[in-house]
């Protein structure tokens, strides 16, 4: 659907009314194995765990969305990145940021203990270690905010022939589409911004590398790590209002980031320009930010991001509390907003009460 706007392929991409019913909505499918013709000849789907025609729409869906040739859905964004790990070699060696979310430096570490995993500062990257096979790159960074020049990246990476991976769970395909960048494969928690709900947990993973996509494509099949059709249908459904909730996720945030910079209790804000996100440190230290993060209300104390209500969180003893005593660990002055769709006004209102 390229001559379409990405808005409309949010709610066309790879969702035709079926041909059977002629339901606007795909339908889910919930049986476990299809029936074949004859030995070997079926309809293109023979058992759930290998392929569900529900999936298959969310996958067409993501492949366009992020303009890829390949997409693979999986039950969690740790599941798919799980995966993504197992297509390197014995003992390979793989560059991450600094600042990178520490459940996939907890996965990096400590469950593909043979990994070679280095961490270095990719917003100023001037020379890759030798033998990387891998570059996984944040942009905007969780927490720090920070933004990677993917292409440049993706330059210097490409010249030693390794493989170059965007987790774009935090920009989403909306605001930015690394393999147009030069990078080889984008991956996403759908449980954030594709969702957008608080109510589906899942993954998924786009390449045009058909090489890579051959072996994701085993993986997925092996190992058995898919959504159900129902989290397909409902990361469907959320897919079909992003554009209209990152509009004013980014919005609310930037209102947010500006209100914060002016508070006298704040030491330094954490926002990009774009996106839902927003973090920012305390001058009193951690004790301030545990204060702060336990008097809102309307930001609810809780881990996750990317939905419509708006959450608050301590990442240093919370979502990143696996990257202790690493050269990732957080900033404990710091918390991490996801600024959701409610009123500005309120939203300011309950950070102002909160901070004083």
């Given amino acids: 659907m ?38 070997g000849q079926h309809k293109g789907f023979e058992y759930a765990r290998t392929g569900n025609p529900t999936r298959a729409v969310l996958e067409s869906t993501m492949a366009d969305l992020e303009g890829g040739t390949h997409a693979f859905a999986f039950a969690s964004g740790m599941a798919a990145e799980d995966a993504l790990i197992r297509t390197l070699p014995a003992n390979g060696h793989i560059v991450i940021p600094t600042d990178a979310y520490g459940g996939t430096y907890r996965l990096f570490t400590r469950v593909h203990t043979a990994l070679v995993v280095v961490a270095m500062d ?47 769970t935090f920009a989403t395909p909306y605001l930015q589409r690394p393999l147009e960048l030069g990078a080889d494969v984008v991956v996403h928690s759908s449980t954030k911004y594709l969702g957008g709900h608080s109510d589906v947990v899942g993954g998924v993973v786009i390449t045009d590398n058909d090489a890579v996509a051959e072996q994701l494509a085993f993986l ?50 954490l926002y990009p320009g774009s996106g839902g996100m927003v973090s920012f440190t305390l001058k009193d230290g951690e004790a301030a930010a545990l204060r702060v993060a336990g008097r809102t209300t309307l930001f609810t104390l809780a881990e996750s991001l990317g939905a ?27 918390l991490r907003l996801s600024v959701g769709v409610e009123h500005i006004d309120d939203l300011i209102a309950d950070l102002r009460q909160a901070l004083e």
């Avoid at 001559?3 to 476990?32: K, M, S, Y």
């Avoid at 033998?131 to 790159?137: L, Q, R």
């Avoid at 990677?148 to 987790?167: M, P, R, S």
């Avoid at 910079?261 to 030491?267: G, I, L, T």
């Fill in 2 to 39: 390229a001559p379409f706007e990405f808005e409309t392929r949010l709610i066309h991409a790879g969702q035709d009314p079926d041909p059977a019913t002629g339901a606007v909505v795909p339908p889910i499918h919930l049986a476990t194995t299809f029936a074949q013709d004859a030995v």
């Fill in 122 to 168: 990719l917003s100023s990257l001037r020379q890759l270690p030798d033998e990387t096979d891998m570059v996984w790159i944040e942009s905007p960074t969780n927490p720090g905010l920070s933004v990677v020049d993917i292409a440049k990246v993706a330059e210097h990476a490409h010249a030693q022939d390794a493989l170059v991976v965007v987790d774009n």
């Fill in 220 to 269: 997925q099949n092996a190992t058995g790590a898919v959504p159900s059709p129902f989290d397909c249908y409902l990361v469907l459904r959320g897919l079909k209002t992003l554009a209209l909730r990152m509009d004013r996720h980014q919005e609310n945030a930037a209102a947010v980031a500006a209100f914060l910079a002016k508070h006298r209790d704040v030491e330094r804000v």
């Fill in 308 to 334: 419509v209500e708006s959450l608050i969180e301590h990442p240093a003893r919370m979502t990143h509390a696996s990257a202790e005593g690493s050269s990732l660990a957080v900033d404990p002055a710091l």
